[in-house]
């Protein structure tokens, strides 16, 4: 049964988690159709899930739920290291315990200075897995999966080589048109009334405009769904989308 596949053990007040590995689907199954439990377990299992599919050394810097949507950012050991700067690739696993969102896998840099993540759809990725939460998980393909985080992870290594040329250009004048016009005031550095938002601006090379930004998003209180769109206007804006990786 489903309920045999994996046990918890309370130590010092986490939990331990035993996860045959043979039987990952049922143990999701029985998982999301048991919401009883404490959405505290019910994310180490999910963090557990992806540890054991993934098959390499991952830590967990961010894990919530929005509703019935689980988001969980997942970091590689080792980072990209430039100057002062340490960032690491990483990748984030969404899913829904009521089917309203397919399990997915997208691409995540985290920036050790700030502790703040950013997101870029995993839109090129080998893999779409969806399937309803209301029945066994039979088409569940843990090797696709594993995959996808792997090719996530690639990506993410891309893009943060991208961050350095950034970090050598300085901020002209289509970009401050364009985040003034598409980017909410609220995550944009604030504007005094002595000084232009085009002067203060400009004053910031793109790497330290990109991380002022992403930092106001990733800790400013709003949904996921909400993050993840001001990510996507902001890497168009800054030249970091896949296409062009």
Request: aromatic share 10%; proline share 2%; with cysteine.
């Amino acid at each position: 049964a489903a309920s045999d596949v994996y046990k918890r053990q309370e130590l010092a007040g986490r939990y331990k988690l035993e996860l045959d590995e043979k039987h990952i689907s049922e143990a999701l199954t029985y998982m999301v159709s048991n919401n009883n439990h404490s959405k505290k377990y019910r994310k180490e299992v999910w963090n557990t899930l992806v540890k054991k599919i993934a098959n390499r050394e991952l830590t967990v810097t961010f894990d919530g739920y929005y509703g019935s949507r689980i988001y969980i950012n997942f970091i590689a050991s080792e980072p990209i290291r430039w100057s002062d700067e340490v960032v690491f690739p990483g990748v984030q696993v969404r899913n829904s315990e009521d089917g309203s969102l397919g399990l997915g896998v997208d691409i995540l840099t985290y920036r050790l200075k700030c502790m703040n993540g950013a997101i870029f759809h995993g839109r090129r990725l080998p893999i779409k897995v969806f399937y309803k939460h209301t029945r066994q998980l039979e088409d569940f393909d843990k090797e696709s999966l594993a995959k996808c985080i792997d090719e996530a992870l690639s990506l993410s290594v891309k893009i943060i080589k991208k961050y350095r040329l950034l970090a050598q250009k300085n901020t002209d004048g289509r970009i401050i048109e364009e985040l003034m016009g598409k980017i909410s005031k609220r995550y944009l550095p604030r504007i005094s009334r002595q000084e232009s938002g085009e002067l203060i601006l400009s004053r910031l090379n793109r790497w330290h405009l990109y991380n002022y930004i992403t930092a106001s998003i990733w800790h400013t209180p709003t949904d996921m769904a909400t993050k993840r769109a001001l990510y996507d206007k902001l890497h168009r804006i800054m030249g970091l989308t896949q296409t062009k990786l």
